[in-house]
Nanobody, 126 residues
Framework: VQLQASGGGSVQPGDSLRLSCEIS????????IGWFRQAPGKEREGVACISNYDDSTDYGNSVKGRFTISRDNAKATVYLQMNNLKPEDTAVYYC????????????????????WGQGTQVTVSS
C-alpha cells in the first residue's frame, strides 16, 4: 500500500494549488482518503476527507469554502484543490487511507488512518 502526495510549492496569499495523492498497491474504491497537514510546532490537523461509498466529504473549519477534495478512481488519484490560500495554510500536507470500519464511514481524525504518504510542503507567503 503506497500513497504519493505531490503538487506542493511556494505561493502568495490568494493563490491556488492542487495537491494530488496517487494510490498504488490497493483498490482506491475500497478506501476512505483523508488529507491532513502539520505546521511546525503544531499538531496534525484534519483538512478534508472523502467517503468511498458515495463521495461524501468533510472539511476542517479553517478550510471550508476554500478547499475541495475529489477522487478519480480510474486514475487511482485523490485531489485537494486549494483556493484563496492564506499564510496559515503553510504546512506539510499528507494524504492517508483507511478501510472504513462501517458502511459510509469517513473521518477527519488522523488516528483512524492506517496508511500514510510522505507529505508535500505548501508555503504561503508574500
Amino acid at each position: 500500500v503506497q500513497l504519493q502526495a505531490s503538487g506542493g510549492g511556494s505561493v502568495q496569499p490568494g493563490d491556488s494549488l492542487r495537491l494530488s495523492c496517487e494510490i498504488s498497491g490497493f483498490t482506491l474504491q475500497r478506501y476512505v482518503i483523508g488529507w491532513f497537514r502539520q505546521a511546525p510546532g503544531k499538531e496534525r490537523e484534519g483538512v478534508a476527507c472523502i467517503s468511498n461509498y458515495d463521495d461524501s466529504t468533510d472539511y476542517g473549519n479553517s478550510v471550508k469554502g476554500r478547499f475541495t477534495i475529489s477522487r478519480d478512481n480510474a486514475k487511482a488519484t485523490v485531489y485537494l484543490q486549494m483556493n484563496n490560500l492564506k499564510p496559515e495554510d503553510t504546512a506539510v500536507y499528507y494524504c492517508a487511507a483507511d478501510q472504513p470500519p462501517a458502511y459510509g464511514w469517513y473521518s477527519l481524525d488522523s488516528a483512524e488512518y492506517d496508511y500514510w504518504g510522505q507529505g508535500t510542503q505548501v508555503t504561503v507567503s508574500s
